[in-house]
């Protein structure tokens, strides 16, 4: 198993306070008496984790090294597993749409055509190292929206309403980060595995629906 040594580039984090809104409000109703939150009564902080900037704006980025094992993809497993895969799936439609002359012989029909998919699907195998840039951003409070809770679900007994607020962030992007991963050439795994499948439903629906030979 060959191991690939893989540079990430990650943000240095930090908590920044964003801004302030309106502290929590609860006002109790009474006749006549408009029932509206009382905006005076204090500011509470507005904290969210932010990419840290250097003094020229650039990001302050962590560069760290993953060491990751992995080998090609084998022809010969491939061709099993989804020989598999086709197999049982052709065997299972053809058992629901035409019985079990035409589960066997959708079952063996897919077992051998997706064996050979599977085959060369994962052929000549090669992986190799790509780099990919991500965007990182930073939240923005751009203001604040005002809820209210009625008594129902107001923690205050009290006959009222419970006036919040919600702060509105946004996030706008700062600058790229370089990661890197692992690409296979062939086909993945999990493609395989739904191009088997869908190759075993195709073959057991025409097992099922198309005259099966009977020796008499």
Known sequence: ??????????????????GRVPK???????PFVPN?????????EVFENAPELDAGGGLKLLHQV?????NPFHPSLRAVTCGLISGVTAATVGALTGGAPAAIAAGLTALTL???????????????????????TTPVMTGYRMGTLNEAFSP????GTLHY?????????????????????????EKAALLSAAL???????AGYLPVPVMT
Do not use: C, F, W
């Not at 599977?118 to 190292?129: E, H």
């Not at 607020?165 to 795994?189: C, D, F, K, N, Y």
């Open 1 to 18: 198993m060959a191991t690939y040594a893989l540079t990430q580039e990650r943000p240095v984090m930090t908590r920044q306070l964003l």
């Open 24 to 30: 929590d409000s609860y006002v109790q109703d009474r």
């Open 36 to 44: 509206v939150a009382d905006l005076s009564v204090g500011e509470m």
């Open 66 to 70: 993953e060491n990751v094992e992995a």
């Open 114 to 136: 997706g064996a050979g998919t599977g085959y060369l699907s994962a052929r000549n195998d090669q992986i190799s190292v790509v780099t990919h840039e991500q965007t990182v």
């Open 156 to 159: 205050v007994k009290d006959k």
């Open 165 to 189: 607020a919600v702060p509105t962030i946004e996030q706008r992007p700062v600058g790229l980060a370089r990661v890197q991963e692992l690409q296979h050439s062939a086909m993945g795994t």
């Open 200 to 206: 075993g439903v195709a073959v057991g629906l025409a």
